[in-house]
T-cell receptor
Framework: AQTVTQSQPEMSVQEAETVTLSCTYD???????LFWYKQPPSRQMILVIR??????QNATENRFSVNFQKAAKSFSLKISDSQLGDTAMYFC???????????FGGGTRLMVKP | DSGVTQTPKHLITATGQRVTLRCSPR?????VYWYQQSLDQGLQFLIQ???????AKGNILERFSAQQFPDLHSELNLSSLELGDSALYFC?????????????FGPGTRLTVL
């Protein structure tokens, strides 16, 4: 079984600044993927970034990057140069080895302030 | 637009009733996943189908059932509805199950049980 925990229910950041969202997970899988999803007010689930557990290099997608600490089972998301459009719920998730089930954390509501 | 379509967008019904939610996957995707997002339970995986066959089950109640048809669209049937079934139901699709295959989410169906 997999569990994902997001300990920050809400966060805020000033426009153009950097913010880091925390996530810890637990899994018994030998290989797995970790994800960050964004859910804006429209409720659409949008994939932000993903990381394969076997890859030591941290994933980066434009202004979004992760800090993957496998031993600590930590997977944080860093958003640089925050924009108003980044205001959303952010969900950390893990996928099991069979690749058929996403397990989500409780989410962090991020508010970007002008 | 992810390419995954869900109908209806909104559904309001009464306790004890039965409803059917429909999902059409992206063109070429053979695997369909259903997720429930509620205030109490957060985002949780319900069930997965691949090419018409059930592949994985999550926290799906016995009152709920699903199927995937030969044209690959899927339906989620919810019966004997209770107030606690009010939630946003997402369908997602991928080419196939597997860690490397991204799940693309539809816009969701908002179910309200009165």
């Amino acid at each position: 079984a997999q569990t994902v925990t997001q300990s920050q229910p809400e966060m805020s950041v000033q426009e153009a600044e950097t913010v880091t969202l925390s996530c810890t997970y637990d899994t018994s899988e030998s290989n797995y993927y970790l994800f960050w999803y964004k859910q804006p007010p429209s409720r659409q689930m949008i994939l932000v970034i993903r990381q394969e557990a076997y890859k030591q290099q941290n994933a980066t997608e434009n202004r979004f990057s992760v800090n993957f600490q496998k031993a600590a089972k930590s997977f944080s998301l860093k958003i640089s140069d925050s924009q108003l459009g980044d205001t959303a719920m952010y969900f950390c998730a893990s996928m099991n080895n069979a690749g058929n089930m996403l397990t989500f954390g409780g989410g962090t509501r991020l508010m970007v302030k002008p | 637009d992810s390419g995954v379509t869900q109908t209806p967008k909104h559904l309001i019904t009464a306790t004890g009733q039965r409803v059917t939610l429909r999902c059409s996957p992206r063109s070429g995707d053979l695997s369909v996943y259903w997720y429930q997002q509620s205030l109490d339970q957060g985002l949780q995986f319900l069930i997965q189908y691949y090419n018409g066959e059930e592949r994985a089950k999550g926290n799906i109640l016995e009152r709920f059932s699903a199927q995937q048809f030969p044209d690959l669209h899927s339906e989620l049937n919810l019966s004997s509805l209770e107030l606690g079934d009010s939630a946003l139901y997402f369908c997602a699709s991928s080419v196939a199950p597997g860690l490397r295959n991204e799940q693309f989410f539809g816009p969701g169906t908002r179910l309200t049980v009165l």
